[in-house]
């Protein structure tokens, strides 16, 4: 399969252009630019101008926003076959949030003009990324709501057993499944300080739920997480 086939097929997985032709496919296919990044690596920041969104092919990534005290609030964690950076395809938006690589990350954009063109042909589209953004809303809304009633235990237990199922779906197996993060990052996504996500992982290996290394959790029996999630 050339580089090609397989950008119109991760396209085709894509729920906004699932509906697409297959010479549909290829065409935006031919202009989508292949990008990488490295873990830890910022996409875009919160405020920067965007005239792009991507696809994602592999990996994963963050996006969050900062509050008017200095912390950083994780909206949502994405994985393979995602697309994220939408709101910069309608009228030169500034990027909400910002995103950051949570590990190796491979992804396709696609430039504004490309998009718009397909759109025009295609006004479903629209209204297909329209269904996905209020979909990310509706997901980040339920995700502030468990943050604010959640206790710090649960959230970080919630946060793990979320990122231990998506790896066992991309073939991690259902046990000993290592999630690379360091604690600071678990923190953040689960809306709470490095501390005090310390102490409960810590309080996780005591227990022979995890074990701890240098940025990374090994998680033995994922589903024994969902006992501290209240």
Not at 15 to 36: G, I, K, S, W, Y
Not at 71 to 95: D, H, K, P, W
């Amino acid at each position: 399969m050339t580089e090609g086939d397989d950008t119109a097929a991760l396209l085709a997985r894509t729920e906004v252009f699932a509906d697409l032709e297959r010479r549909e496919l290829d065409q935006l296919a031919t202009v989508a630019v292949p990008r990488h990044w490295d873990r830890g690596e910022l996409v875009f920041r919160e405020g920067d101008s965007g005239d792009s969104c991507y696809v994602l092919r592999s990996g994963a990534l963050v996006l969050t926003r900062e509050h008017d005290d200095g912390r950083a609030i994780a909206l949502a964690e994405l994985r393979a076959g995602s697309m994220f950076g939408e709101l910069a395809l309608f009228g030169g938006e500034r990027r909400s949030a910002t995103a950051e690589a949570l590990e190796e990350t491979e992804a396709v954009a696609l430039l504004r003009p490309d998009v718009q063109r397909l759109v025009r042909s295609h006004p479903d589209i629209a209204l297909k990324l329209l269904s996905a953004m209020a979909e990310r809303v509706r997901r980040t809304n339920e995700r502030l709501l468990q943050q604010s009633f959640q206790t710090v235990a649960g959230r970080v237990a919630m946060t793990l057993l979320a990122q231990a199922r998506a790896r066992s779906a991309e073939g991690a197996g259902e046990r000993d499944v290592v999630v690379r993060a360091t604690q600071a990052e678990i923190a953040n996504l689960a809306g709470t300080s490095r501390e005090s996500a310390s102490r409960f992982l810590a309080s996780l290996e005591r227990d022979g739920v995890v074990a701890l290394g240098r940025g990374r959790v090994t998680v033995h029996e994922p589903e024994r997480l969902s006992n501290y999630v209240h």
